[in-house]
């Protein structure tokens, strides 16, 4: 059952914005903003992990939540403050393409293309759903999703690295997952998470185009049922 809390996080009231609350502490909880759209998406996390807007502009969903509008060529900047090394954490966001498919975009990842150490969450040039960890060896773990993203559908995307399996999420089931017992941290050379493009500071590519909304970044594996509950409380905010 979906508590009122959950209803509406990203709602305006009389009394104030209303927000869900993750099951787990977080470095990072940017669910949409609760004073004048700016350029700053706000970090409830208690981190102060607030992401620098690059472009990207508010639009309120039919439902009432906040997203960020991206048109493939804008990217927020979340800084290097939650670097994961070889530990444990779950990045969740829901995301709806509106750009044509067929090329890679990348949702949230700390991938600059320095060196071999990268994680990201993505799709590809098939539109398919990945969660990556690589080392700075070049050890990777990848995961697939069965689901295609499709073009104007709203997805809960998410990926966990539990020691070193790495398992892609989509709509709170767990579709894939891979082990690499050799991978190492995959903190990036900047250390730098971007959401809707790569970290590439030389070359910024793979923009995402359409909209994102409730990013987070826990130092937790999420567990499966945790996942799908996520989901399921906050799937009405997006009419899925």
Same mark, same amino acid.
């Given at each position: 059952?979906i508590?009122s809390a959950?209803?509406?996080?990203?709602?305006?009231?009389a009394?104030?914005?209303?927000?869900?609350?993750p099951?787990t502490?977080c470095k990072?909880?940017?669910?949409?903003?609760?004073?004048a759209p700016?350029t700053t998406i706000?970090?409830k996390?208690?981190n %102060?992990?607030?992401?620098?807007?690059?472009?990207?502009?508010?639009?309120?969903?039919n439902t009432?939540?906040?997203?960020?509008?991206?048109d493939?060529?804008?990217?927020?900047?979340?800084g290097?403050g939650?670097?994961?090394?070889s530990?444990?954490f779950t990045v969740?966001?829901w995301i709806r393409m509106?750009?044509?498919?067929?090329?890679?975009?990348h949702f949230?990842?700390e991938?600059d293309?320095?060196?071999n150490?990268?994680?990201?969450?993505?799709k590809d040039?098939?539109?398919?759903?990945?969660?990556?960890?690589r080392?700075?060896g070049?050890?990777?773990a990848?995961?697939?999703?069965?689901?295609?993203?499709?073009?104007?559908?709203?997805y809960?995307?998410?990926g966990?690295r539990?020691?070193?399996?790495f398992?892609?999420?989509?709509y709170?089931v767990s579709?894939a997952s891979?082990t690499? %017992?050799?991978?190492?941290?995959?903190?990036?050379?900047?250390?730098?998470?971007i959401m809707g493009a790569d970290?590439?500071?030389?070359?910024?590519?793979a923009?995402f %185009?359409?909209k994102m909304?409730?990013?987070?970044?826990a130092?937790?594996?999420w567990s499966s049922?945790?996942?799908a509950g996520?989901y399921q409380q906050t799937r009405?905010?997006?009419?899925?």
């Amino acid at each position: 059952m979906i508590s009122s809390a959950m209803k509406s996080p990203a709602l305006r009231f009389a009394g104030g914005v209303r927000f869900p609350t993750p099951y787990t502490s977080c470095k990072l909880w940017a669910p949409g903003q609760d004073d004048a759209p700016s350029t700053t998406i706000r970090d409830k996390s208690g981190n %102060n992990n607030n992401g620098t807007i690059n472009g990207a502009t508010w639009v309120k969903w039919n439902t009432g939540t906040w997203t960020l509008d991206l048109d493939g060529n804008d990217w927020v900047n979340f800084g290097s403050g939650f670097p994961p090394g070889s530990a444990d954490f779950t990045v969740l966001l829901w995301i709806r393409m509106e750009g044509a498919g067929g090329t890679a975009a990348h949702f949230f990842s700390e991938y600059d293309n320095v060196a071999n150490n990268i994680n990201a969450i993505y799709k590809d040039a098939t539109d398919k759903f990945l969660f990556v960890g690589r080392d700075s060896g070049a050890d990777v773990a990848s995961a697939t999703s069965i689901t295609t993203c499709l073009q104007n559908v709203w997805y809960c995307v998410g990926g966990t690295r539990s020691v070193n399996t790495f398992s892609i999420y989509v709509y709170g089931v767990s579709e894939a997952s891979t082990t690499n %017992n050799l991978v190492g941290s995959v903190t990036s050379t900047t250390g730098v998470y971007i959401m809707g493009a790569d970290n590439n500071q030389a070359a910024r590519s793979a923009f995402f %185009n359409g909209k994102m909304a409730l990013a987070l970044w826990a130092p937790s594996a999420w567990s499966s049922s945790q996942m799908a509950g996520w989901y399921q409380q906050t799937r009405v905010l997006f009419g899925v």
